[in-house]
């Protein structure tokens, strides 16, 4: 196989910029809440900053878990749509950098980004234009590639538009007409209540393992404790990897469920932890380790993220996971 895992969503320009809680009040901006904005408001807030340090990033949900994987040491690729502009062009770059093959159509509409305030107490509040990653289509999906991978991963993120829905669901029909298994990440309790019907029957269809934290669970089943929703994914879906934040994770493979304990951090920037859990746990399943070691995985690559500004570790990655990553390797 050419990939281990390929990842399709939404390339958008983090823009993270380390705020005080009166710069929200006085945006009017929900403090950790993520908000839809136009072209407009997103212009409107980058004024605001004055001259605040704000650090780039290629992001995207589905690409953080990429480059995360391929920081392990799994080869990986990632497609989505950009804008034919400096960001676009900064985000292959950056894709190329990190060890992802990118697969990036360009359109005329400015590249998506997102802006990411975080606050002292480390929360996170996102604001996000997604510009070019509407226009997705099946067109732009690269089927051959798709083919020639071992997982595919999607996440509820690309249900935006429907051309978006329409290049995920040949995506997915793609993956299981070559018996590749599909991973795919609810994305957000918003997108999990507002697509429940959807998400319910691609999981039920196409899906070996799904990801998803406590708030999002609940919303998809309308269950009001996570055991219980557990239990109702695990009927629709031989895995189910439930993060409980900082009480752990359950995971649930072929009936068989394990609980995964948190490791303790003071965190900084809680961006991309469940990125991070779904990359260390997903590098655990393609390497062949057990349910109970790719949930550690995933839970040591998110406490280890969340010490840092961003939604992605940097310096010597597989150093830094190799108190958890060498069990793996065993």
Known sequence: M????????????????????A??????IEKNRWAMIDQARHAELLRALDG???????????????????????????????????????YAKKLQEAGV????????????????????????????FLGACRELGPQDVPVDEIRASRWLYVTGYVWDSGDQKEAATLALRTAKAAGIPVAFSLADPVYATRHREDFLRLIRDYA????????????????????????????????????????????S???????????PVHPVDTTGAGDAFAAGF????????SPLQ???????FASRVITQIGPRLSGDVRGLLAPVLDDVRE
């Open 2 to 21: 050419r990939y281990d895992v390929f990842g399709l969503e939404n390339p958008v320009m983090d823009l993270l910029a380390q705020v005080p809680d």
């Open 253 to 263: 493979i072929h009936g068989d469920t394990a609980y995964v304990e948190s490791y």
């Open 208 to 251: 070996e393992l799904v990801f998803a934290n406590r708030d999002e669970a609940l919303a998809l089943t309308g269950r009001d404790h996570a055991q219980e929703a557990l239990r109702d994914l695990r009927k629709l879906c031989p895995a189910v990897a439930l993060t409980l934040g900082h009480a752990g994770a359950l995971i």
């Open 294 to 300: 790719c949930g550690r995985l995933g839970a040591y």
């Open 101 to 128: 093959t990118p697969f990036l159509r360009a359109t005329t509409v400015p590249t998506g980004s997102a802006l990411i305030f975080v606050t002292p107490d480390a929360g996170r509040t996102m604001n996000l």
């Open 282 to 289: 997903l590098y655990g399943r393609v390497t062949g380790a």
């Open 23 to 28: 710069f929200l009040a006085k945006a009017g």
């Open 52 to 90: 605040t340090p704000v650090a780039y990033e290629a992001g995207g949900s589905c690409a953080n878990t990429i480059v995360g994987i391929a920081q392990l040491g799994a080869k990986t690729a990632y497609c989505g749509m950009v804008g034919a502009d400096e960001h676009g062009q900064i």
